[in-house]
């Protein structure tokens, strides 16, 4: 299916077109098994333009399962916790969220199958499957990151020497961004999106400075679908 004017859409999410960085940049993630990226925050829907499902965060993988006109039906695959079925994350304990779920979209998810982690919290693997704008997705994930660099280096940089990505881990950053997004007057899309950017990057925990999270094998173990 062909994705009208992504980099454009991105861009002008942004403000302005995206230019070279001069960040120290951190080795990229392994992306979930995907046929597209989400590539702007957008809203998940029961159906083409139908009931809202819950958003989905950008660079969210997702696998295609139909198209029409201008919409695509996806499925997307994740961990909740039990007690925070709205949440959808990568892995279990790694608290980067793909989509935010409403009611319906907490009804609508199909869980495959469920485990604890060492801390006794209770997780399930789920699935959910709705309609997102075909203009909101794209096979291109480096295009997502350029413009969260770019956001992250113009506004970010304002106060303080930039972090490095890998400064903290991933289940870190948020709490850490909280007070930078607003003296960076970030707007909510683009708060989520340098968030989703440096989470994505972020520190392996017990690695030192690694690269980001190794999102290409789930904490259940399960590789990804080749």
Known sequence: ??????????????GGPGVAVA?????????????????TATTLS???????????????PVTVAATRA??????????SMHDAPQYLYPAIGQRIVLVTLDAAGQAARTIERSQDDKYGIHWDEVKIVGWVPGANLTADLS???????TLYQDRCSACHALHRP??????????ILKIMTMRAALAP??????TKYLQMHAKVPGAGGGPGPKTGVTAGGRSPKR
Request: net charge negative; hydrophobic share 50%; glycine share 8%.
């Open 1 to 14: 299916m062909a994705r009208r004017g992504i980099i454009g859409g991105v861009t002008r999410l942004l």
């Open 70 to 79: 201008d919409a695509a039906q996806v499925a997307i695959e994740g961990w």
């Open 166 to 175: 890998t400064e903290f881990t991933a289940n870190q950053w948020p709490s």
């Open 23 to 39: 960040i120290a940049a951190a080795a990229s993630a392994a992306p979930l098994a995907s046929d597209e990226f989400v590539a």
């Open 143 to 149: 295009t997502v990151w350029q413009a969260a660099r």
């Open 189 to 194: 899309n683009e708060a989520e999106l340098v």
């Open 46 to 60: 029961a159906d083409s333009g139908g009931t809202a499902l819950g958003e989905v965060t950008p660079a969210t």
